[in-house]
């Protein structure tokens, strides 16, 4: 009994420091508030892919690669006390054994500072390799693709416009407003063909494409409120790549971009959500990464993209 006691004396105390932590805040109310409820319960559903682009000439000779993944499909359960949550995914593909990539993707939404990351590991890559008059086709399995990517947002005018109203929904965006944006942006990995291909094929193409990008830019957010339940948001950080590394290898026969060139690297997130009433919300959101690097030697463009349905409920 005393050991009951003692324990909910200090769940009591816990509780009270997490709520005081949950309520306080840097906004201003009159534009964004916490909801009033202590548990968060979320099931959401996420779909992703990538594709990447590259082609240039090497030794005169003039090649074009043009590779996607398969669509990765996951259903995740969500649950929030106090703003400290925990999730978890399922890959129904993955469990009947018909889909084998990897992918890791940390998502962070504060007041001020924003951070999209991912990471994926690809054997679902597959397309088209054409190299000078012949044409050829990468079938699943054939390549590996590793490739990173990195976005850091900093909202100037936090006070008043909330990433997590749109993306996590921790908070309730009550009046439309917007804000400049600082950020900094890297993509990079690389696309190795595997040496199944070459033992199944041996004339096949031997094709590794290497690629990385730092960008330092900034852009502008807005989030629109209509008819105080519904949530509109649209954000656009396009940054300028200030180091890049690019290499296409076709058959040992590679060409190196130069390292200082024009380009960009742009990041888009859009996002719909309707508080339907104060205990339940539902909605979709949409984030993309794309790299634009034309060099005259070789041009490399990466899409990355992630797109969410979601329902919860407040308690």
Known sequence: MRAQ???????????????E?????????????????RWTLKLRGNQTGNSLHAKGTV??????????????TTIS???????????YSINPAKLKGIYDDYEL????????ISLDAS???????????????????????????????????????H????????????????????SWLAGLSYQGGHIDTNKELKERVPDSYDVHIKFRHLGIGGGYGYNLVLWKKWLF?????????????????????SINASRIRFNMLFNERAAIVCNITPRYFAGSTLVMTNSLFDDKSVVINQNKWIARVFVGMRL
């Open 77 to 87: 359960i969500g649950i929030a006390y106090r703003g400290i949550s925990l999730a």
């Open 119 to 157: 990471y994926q590991r690809s054997t679902s890559m597959s397309g088209d390799i054409k190299y000078g008059d012949e044409l050829s086709r990468l079938e699943k399995g054939d390549v590996t693709m590793k490739v990173y990517n990195l976005a850091g947002y900093y909202c100037f005018n």
């Open 5 to 19: 006691n003692r324990l909910k004396k200090v769940w009591t105390k816990v509780d009270g420091l997490l709520e």
């Open 21 to 37: 932590r949950y309520y306080r805040t840097s906004y201003d109310t009159n534009f964004v508030v916490r909801p009033d409820c």
């Open 233 to 253: 948001h649209l954000s656009l950080l396009p940054s300028f790549v200030v180091y890049n590394y690019n290499r296409m290898t076709i058959n040992k026969e």
């Open 105 to 112: 993707n940390f998502n962070y939404y504060g007041s001020r």
């Open 59 to 72: 030794e005169g000779t003039y090649s074009r690669a043009d590779l996607s993944t398969s669509h990765k």
């Open 159 to 178: 006070k008043k416009f909330s990433y997590p109203a749109a993306f996590s929904q921790s908070y309730i965006q009550r009046r439309s407003a917007g």
